[in-house]
């Protein structure tokens, strides 16, 4: 069975560009995760899908968002880009159902450098 | 607001020694804690899920325990080797926010 895919693996962008990054999640999981990991800040939650429904969502500004597939895929877009933004954007996928929490396996990540 | 804490941040030993890798949270109401390893620039992988009724997980030379009274896991690796050598991140979902929250991760290192 594949695993998680991110594609690209990595982005060069400059201050004020847009970006959109792809995660295809294993086959049969419905429930996309998305995490922000920087070396000052850690591992941060931005958002989930469900069944082509954001469930949840982390504290960033509305310049990050997402969208979900029917076919279970994910995108996730960060409009105006910031030299903060520079960071490793990992993507989980989960059975998801909703009355529990199941495993969530992690994609290679999207390393992105805003200059 | 789940908050997860990993100590130590860095851990060295040499090859053949046992790790014990210490995680602690602070909403012990939570579905499960999963522990995740991660090599360098890349993504993390699933190394053990407990649930919150269970008490500990075992694969291969990996054992966790979890201790929701006490807000506490803990990561044994037995006999380690220098293939081990990666950070070490748990992360708890919680019920209160129903998301994964992370750790900082240990960092080990393993000596031939």
Known sequence: ?????????????TR??????????????????????????????????FSETQRNKGNFP??????????????????TLELGDSALYL????????????????GPGTRLTVL | KQEVTQIPAALSVPEGENLVLNCSF??????????????????LTSLLLIQSSQREQTSGRLNASLDKSSGRSTLY??????????TYLCAAFALNDYKLSFGAGTTVTVRA
């Open chain 1, 1 to 13: 069975k594949a695993g998680v895919t991110q594609t690209p693996r990595y982005l060069i962008k």
């Open chain 2, 77 to 86: 690796i037995a006999a380690s080797q220098p293939g081990d050598s990666a």
């Open chain 1, 91 to 106: 993507c989980a996928s989960s059975l998801g159902t909703s009355s529990s929490y199941n495993e969530q396996f992690f």
């Open chain 2, 26 to 43: 602070t909403d012990s109401a939570i579905y499960n804690l999963q522990w995740f390893r991660q090599d360098p620039g890349k993504g």
């Open chain 1, 62 to 79: 509305g310049r990050f968002s997402g969208r979900q597939f029917s076919n279970s895929r994910s995108e996730m877009n960060v409009s």
């Open chain 1, 16 to 49: 004020g560009q847009q970006v959109t990054l792809s995660c295809s999640p294993i086959s049969g999981h419905r429930s996309v995760s998305w995490y922000q990991q920087t070396p000052g800040q850690g591992l941060q939650f931005l958002f989930e899908y």
